[in-house]
C-alpha cells in the first residue's frame, strides 16, 4: 500500500434487488445479507470514512440485470446517503469501466474493505483487482453471500431443487470456504462484520 495514503473506504459491490427476483436466492448464503452489509455501512459512516455503492447491470438483455426491469437499485435496507456515489458496471469487477479507483485515489484512500454479493465472483474480482492496484484489501466475508454454482455443461433451466440434489453442484459454503483460502494472506486480509467493527480505529 502507498503509505501517502491513509484514508479508508467500504465499497458495496451488486447489494440489489436483482438477486431477490432469482429462485437460487432462496438456496443462498445468507438471504438477509443487507444487515450486516448495513451494519458495516453503519460503521464506516460513523467513523468518517467513504462509502462507495456499485450495482452490477446488463442494459437490453431482459434478465433482472437489465436497469429497464426496475431491480437495479440496493436492496431493502440500503441505500447511498449524500455524498456517497452510486456506480453502476457491467463486468464482474467493480474498478472496471467504472470511475471508482480515480474516486478512492482523489480521497487518499489506501484502504478498502469489499462486501456484497457474490462472494466468489465480483466481491472477489473486485478484490483481487484492488490488491493488483496497490491497495490493502479487506473481505468482509460475513457481509458478503453467494448462491449455489451448477456443474460445468449442466441443463439450462433445472428447478433448483435438482440442482441442489445434485451432488457435482457446488455449494455456497463450499464456495465461501475456497474464497477465504484463496485470497487470505495473498490478496487481502478476511475479517468478519464484528471483527471491523470492534477494530481499533
Known amino acids: 500500500m502507498n503509505p501517502t495514503l491513509t484514508g479508508r473506504a467500504l465499497v458495496v459491490v451488486d447489494a440489489q434487488r ?3 427476483q ?3 436466492w432462496q438456496a443462498s448464503s445468507d438471504p438477509e445479507v443487507a444487515e450486516p452489509i448495513g451494519r458495516l455501512v453503519d460503521h464506516f459512516r460513523g467513523r468518517g470514512d467513504r462509502v462507495v455503492w456499485v450495482l452490477h447491470t446488463e442494459p437490453g438483455t431482459g434478465t433482472v440485470f437489465d436497469p429497464e426491469r426496475g431491480f437495479v437499485e440496493p436492496m431493502p435496507g440500503l441505500s447511498p446517503v449524500d455524498g456517497e456515489p452510486l456506480l453502476t458496471k457491467t463486468a464482474h469487477s ?6 471508482l479507483q480515480r ?10 474493505t469489499v462486501c456484497g454479493v457474490r462472494t466468489e465472483q465480483c466481491c472477489e ?3 483481487r483487482m484492488g490488491s493488483e492496484l496497490g ?13 449455489p454454482i451448477e456443474a460445468p455443461g449442466s441443463a439450462p433451466g433445472r428447478p433448483l431443487q435438482e440442482i441442489l ?13 475456497r474464497t477465504v483460502y484463496a485470497l487470505s494472506g495473498r490478496f487481502a486480509t478476511v475479517r468478519t462484520v464484528d471483527e471491523i467493527i470492534g477494530e481499533k480505529s
Open 103 to 112: 474516486l478512492l485515489t482523489g480521497w487518499g484512500v489506501g484502504e478498502v
Open 18 to 20: 436483482s438477486f431477490l
Open 94 to 99: 467493480a474498478f472496471t469501466g467504472t470511475d
Open 135 to 147: 491497495l490493502a484489501m479487506t473481505l468482509a466475508v460475513d457481509a458478503t453471500a453467494t448462491e
Open 22 to 24: 432469482r429462485q437460487s
Open 125 to 127: 474480482t473486485t478484490t
Open 165 to 177: 440434489d445434485d451432488p457435482r453442484t457446488l455449494l455456497p459454503r463450499d464456495i465461501i470456504t
